[in-house]
């Protein structure tokens, strides 16, 4: 790898780079779970908020990086004509071109140092969020004399204050000026505007918006305009480059606010530093001395920072593995950090997510518990529990998140959409949860509906709804109606298994994991997804054969999508006849519900969902596998396959052959000839990722928008790490790990080859055709990858409470050495488990010949390849704070 953008320095994650400034594309996240949000480029651009409405920086974009002057900016003058910006950003270039930059990353905080051997300074930035939840930003600017001569200068921090909401960006900008009601104290300056500014509303505003020395300054320039004055700007503004004091501060309310604080003239011999200390944040006006009290010495600002990166270093060791690739040991610190990261940041905030407003999507909320079911499953038992109170009784379910557990709002736009994928992500995710703990009793907990004007999947809005309803499914009675989670699962996916189109297969509605194919609402359909739905079908029947209850408890109304369940008799093949049974259905439980409850023979259902998966199954199967051996991933507006040959050309998407292999539709052999396919077509000879589709050639107007966009990005043909990572693990799981070990790591090398990706060490949304990393730090690619790495490639998992372990390691992840090992959490005991391979064997070459916990031999001298430990067994023996498993491979 030429030019690395960055290295790792230990095995705590952390990184240095000697050219990150050069990258202006760069970002770094910080934040805590107040939550205070920040991001920092190498230069400190950048912004700062805790939501939507409240931005204490100007918010940012990806280009506004390299292009806004706006930043945090720490200026030293030395004199006329030498006047140095810590930070790099000046017009002085001449100046500024002999500093030797270096960058310190962390989890989570950056570090930049600049040293300017001709002028004899040197500065050192760390900037960090404190994890004791504060929300505040903290920079410590250290000043070192490197010279021989005693140095003398002004320091001035220079930050400028937005302090209003994102809406105000483009609208109302100047108005919104007129609010601002700003304070000068002997520590910095404090903005409070008068109002939050809203046509549809405005509000008292009760927030403040500060930048605060922790030693006071000598002068304060409390507005833009009072520090580069109308003929200067923020690269070269006239009270640092003229040395210019400001004036007296009549009229500064009503202006553009600013955090001009300037130090006393200070003198350092040879070899001695001094620290300043600056807080920008966002409080209630009567919190923020309280904030400056507690980190206004460097030592307060010394031990919050070792806190924080004592927390960060947790929630990166949650799993942790020890390989003999010392970069992906650290790398992945960073990517298992992620899922918390888009806990805090949602699906927006950071510079690439310029199109959110802040919370998470349906799909989010239940992959991001992937992770976490992981390591502390019974920890989110009543997040879970929470999470279906966000479906409709249409098999729907609201799109946006609230902040409070249970929250569910409709999409934000007041646009009826419907996403077909959404039911598939909850089974999914609970299925683990149940696996890891073996709690089926969750599965009887009841929670409510949710409630809107959307009717019928989008197709139809209740016009007499009104807020005042409240957000919860009621009764004909006007109560609101609780259901079983399992009965909020049943509604999913029988809905769906009716809800078809003209093939008989599922529609695609507005769209499916790929928001992009937005334009097959008519007759479009999801061979892919409809392909998961018949998995679910099949794994709600596994669950209740494991359930103790001869009956289940569901709605009466329900009982109309049931068929063999009741002696009724349905034609499957025909979609009119499925299209009018859920039509029926809509009927009976719009807009409300009878109340009434039925109970259902359990074997019964276990036999009508068998009956529908395993015919979902068979069509697919019988009607989507084409030449020149791969699945049909959908069928577009005009009802036409999309996969396969259209004369010479041949368009593949790997969506369809994902989730066939993932569902166990496609056979066996079937799966090796998909592989082969990707390889051929979908695979860069160069970059070695996989696409997400061929180039198409032309735009799919009857499909969807992401055929639109350029080839190469985003959802037309990127390397789409979400569906990569899906890809490896539905290989794994078909035991083709040989396979599925070069799609694992064909995304973690791309992301390494930073000189390409031009990225920190993270998993990014997507790399596009240059293998450039894109959409840093909020992917749901991350808690996908740390599920795929520890129940297939390490093979530890529960099952139905179960500890199993199914090594698929290759000898490639061995080394030169005989150990890899990983730590995570099982049953809530900590535990190692370490595989011995003295022979450095590959996969199908090894079996498990002994296995002991804490010593304790558990079997020896066997030659299996799956080895399971019974949930009591394993709280008898491990005991310790740190279990041991030891695992020899023979």
């Not at 210019?244 to 011999?269: D, H």
Request: aromatic share 12%.
């Amino acid at each position: 790898m030429k030019n690395p953008a960055w290295k790792f320095v230990d095995d705590k994650g952390t990184f240095t780079s000697e050219n990150a400034d050069k990258l202006k594309s760069l970002y770094f996240p910080l934040c805590n779970n107040s939550p205070f949000m920040s991001c920092v480029s190498p230069d400190l651009h950048g912004d700062a908020k805790t939501g939507v409405n409240n931005f204490l920086l100007e918010p940012v974009s990806r280009h506004s990086l390299a292009d806004s002057k706006l930043s945090r900016n720490f200026w030293i003058y030395l004199g006329a004509g030498k006047i140095w910006s810590a930070t790099g950003f000046s017009k002085d270039l001449k100046l500024q071109k002999n500093d030797k930059f270096r960058l310190e990353g962390g989890l989570l905080w950056q570090k930049t140092t600049r040293e300017n051997r001709k002028l004899g300074i040197k500065a050192a930035i760390t900037s960090f969020v404190p994890q004791s939840g504060e929300p505040v930003e903290i920079m410590e600017v250290r000043i070192t004399n490197i010279s021989a001569k005693r140095i003398n200068f002004i320091p001035t921090a220079a930050i400028p204050i937005y302090g209003r909401s994102l809406n105000n960006l483009h609208d109302h900008r100047h108005v919104t000026s007129l609010l601002n009601r700003i304070q000068i104290n002997k520590n910095g300056v404090v903005l409070t505007p008068t109002l939050s500014f809203n046509e549809s509303g405005h509000e008292k505003n009760s927030t403040s918006y500060f930048v605060l020395g922790a030693t006071a300054p000598q002068y304060i320039y409390p507005t833009q305009e009072s520090f580069c004055a109308d003929d200067t700007d923020l690269e070269a503004p006239k009270a640092v480059f003229e040395n210019q004091l400001p004036g007296k501060s009549r009229g500064i309310n009503g202006k553009e606010a600013f955090g001009g604080l300037r130090f006393p003239k200070k003198t350092l011999l040879p070899g001695k530093s001094y620290a300043y200390i600056i807080l920008l944040g966002i409080a209630k006006l009567n919190n923020v001395k309280t904030i400056l009290n507690k980190f206004n010495t460097p030592q307060k600002v010394q031990a919050s920072l070792e806190a924080t990166k004592k927390f960060w270093a947790a929630k990166a060791n949650e799993i942790s593995v020890r390989t003999s690739d010392a970069n992906f040991n650290n790398w992945l610190k960073w990517v298992e950090i992620q899922p918390t990261l888009r806990r805090v940041f949602g699906c927006s905030f950071l510079p690439d997510f310029d199109y959110g407003r802040g919370g998470r999507g349906w799909r989010d909320l239940w992959q991001d518990c992937l992770s976490l079911i992981l390591t502390q499953p019974e920890t989110t038992r009543n997040l879970l529990i929470n999470n279906f109170k966000g479906i409709r009784i249409d098999g729907s379910n609201a799109t946006i998140i609230g902040q409070k557990p249970g929250e569910f709002i409709a999409d934000r736009n007041n646009i009826t959409r419907v996403w077909m994928d959404h039911g598939v992500w909850p089974l999914i995710t609970t299925h683990l949860y149940l696996h890891q703990t073996a709690d089926l009793k969750l599965l009887l907990e009841k929670v409510s509906y949710f409630r809107d004007p959307q009717l019928s999947r989008g197709r139809k809005k209740d016009h007499f709804w009104q807020p005042q309803y409240g957000r919860q499914l009621k009764t004909k009675a006007k109560i609101i109606y609780s259901g079983s989670v399992l009965e909020h699962i049943l509604v999913q996916n029988l809905v769906q298994f009716f809800n078809v189109g003209p093939h008989n297969l599922i529609r695609l509605e507005n769209a499916d994991w790929n928001d992009g194919l937005d334009m097959a609402y008519t007759y479009g359909e999801s061979v892919a997804f409809s392909a998961m739905y018949a998995q679910n079908l099949l794994t709600i029947a596994q669950i209740l054969e494991r359930m103790p209850e001869d009956n289940i408890v569901i709605f009466k109304e329900l009982s109309l999508l049931l068929d063999v369940a009741l002696g009724r008799s349905t034609n499957y093949s025909s979609a009119q006849e499925k299209i009018k049974r859920l039509e029926a259905y809509f009927q009976a439980v719009e807009p409300e519900i009878s109340g009434k409850t039925i109970n259902i023979p359990t074997a019964k259902l276990i036999f009508d969902l068998r009956k529908k998966g395993d015919w979902l199954t068979q069509q697919i199967r019988k009607t989507e596998w084409i030449k020149p051996g791969i699945y049909n991933s959908y069928y577009n507006n005009h009802k036409q396959k999309i996969d396969g040959y259209l004369g010479k050309k041949l368009q593949i998407a790997l969506t369809g052959q994902v989730f066939a292999i993932i569902s166990g539709i496609a056979t066996q052999s079937q799966c090796a000839a998909i592989f082969q396919n990707a390889c051929k077509h979908l695979r860069s000879p160069a970059l070695k990722g996989f696409a997400l589709n061929t180039d198409f050639g032309k735009e799919q107007l009857d499909l969807g928008r992401a055929f639109s966009f350029v080839y190469g990005d985003k959802e037309n043909g990127a390397f789409f790490n979400h569906m990569s990572v899906m890809f490896a693990y539905g290989l794994y799981k078909r035991g083709l790990v040989k396979e599925g070990s070069e799609v694992f790591d064909s995304i973690y090398k791309m992301a390494l080859d930073s000189s390409t990706s031009k990225i920190y060490p993270c998993l990014p949304e997507y790399f596009n055709l240059e293998g450039r990393g894109m959409y840093c730090y909020l992917t749901g690619s991350a808690s996908w990858f740390m599920f795929t790495l520890l129940t297939q490639v390490f093979g530890i998992r529960g099952e139905y409470g179960n500890l199993v372990i199914e090594p698929k390691l290759t000898s490639r992840q061995f080394g030169d050495k005989n150990v890899v090992s990983i730590n995570t959490e099982f049953a809530r005991r900590k535990i190692e488990i370490m595989f011995i391979n003295r022979g450095r064997k590959d996969f199908g070459k090894y079996a498990i010949s002994r296995v002991s916990l804490n010593k304790k031999i558990l079997v020896k001298n066997a030659r299996i390849f799956l080895f399971s430990l019974k949930r009591s067994t394993f709280l008898s023996l491990a005991k310790e704070k740190l279990n041991t498993l030891e695992v020899i491979l023979l």
